[in-house]
């Protein structure tokens, strides 16, 4: 999970270790720790993984790809193995041979579990063989992400899920600012959810002359070829034609069809606009379709944007809220009625 503490030992190998206790029995913190669905909720670096179950916990032998850093910019992927996981024993081993290319090798973390009065006394003890010296000088900001995910936020992730009821997940935010978003709730600058209920990154930054929708227009233009190539990173290998062919099924039986994410502000508008035209469409969350990475880079590449939402109308594609033309810019412009009434999507 990319988690990394106070720095402890040696030349030749790095040893970090960390603790935590929580007011959780140990057998609940052993199943949410080896779930690998819910490293990105309480570790700032984590941004996905890839696994063929990642709801489940690990048992040993299972295997995960992590996705952590801060893609787009500095996208890292360490591939997991689990040696051991025994809630009975309270012990969670994660090794990883080949570590992180180029910065690391021979990583593991390897989680104690205790309990402790009515809760759980968590310690993590974490090594890697550093191979140059980035992997030296980035330890005091992994020893703050660790603090962090153990200290705060797991705690704050588990206590969503006892809120909420068994089962419930947090919807994946953007990579850079989600994380930040995360953190400002927990510690309180920002609300857990806005008046309407939205949990997901501020609506406000929706609006056409917000300082992210303006960031989101420069790098759609400027930065277009290093998002097309980092979307593609985090899909990680997958089969291009089918993907392709599931696009086109998806496009050609819906009218109207949007490809979201659950927690995007951009997306949330364009829902409420189409609502607010009694249209009919389609959603595709791609946070939560196990080929939902892969999607976004098959669109990129069709599209030649990676940003959500991704409308298309008729099988036209259409941007997202505010560009590319995007549908708040065809209605102003009265255009936008007559391609939802041409798809079928509204009458009249």
Known sequence: MALLGPLVAAAAALTLRTSASLPYPPGAVHRFLATPANWPRFVLSSHSVRTAAPSA????????EEIFGLPPLLPL????????????????????????SGVATQCEM????????????????????????????????LALDNALALKVLLRAAMAEDERAGEGRRGAAMDPIAGPLVKLARRLAVLPEEEA????GEPTAWAKPDSIPQKLSAWSATRL??????????????????AI???????????GVIMFSF???PFCKGAKELLDAKQAAYAVLELDEDEEGAALR???GARTGRTSVPSVWIGGEYCGGLNDGPGLAPLDMEGLLDPKLRAAGAISG
């Open 57 to 64: 916990p690990l048992a040993a032998g299972g295997a995960v």
């Open 77 to 100: 992927r360490v591939r997991w193995e689990c040696v051991e996981s025994d809630e009975q024993r309270g012990s969670l081993l994660l090794r990883s041979a080949d570590g992180l």
């Open 110 to 141: 390897d989680f104690s579990l205790r309990a402790d009065g009515t809760g759980c006394a968590v310690r993590l003890s974490m090594s890697y063989a550093p191979t140059t010296a980035l992997a030296w000088l980035a330890a005091p900001l």
């Open 196 to 199: 309407d209920g939205w949990r």
């Open 224 to 241: 277009a070829g290093f998002k097309q190539w980092t979307a593609e990173l985090a899909a990680g290998d997958f089969d291009a034609a």
């Open 244 to 254: 392709d062919a599931r696009l086109d099924r998806e496009i050609g039986a819906h």
């Open 262 to 264: 659950s927690s995007c």
């Open 297 to 299: 880079a098959r669109l």
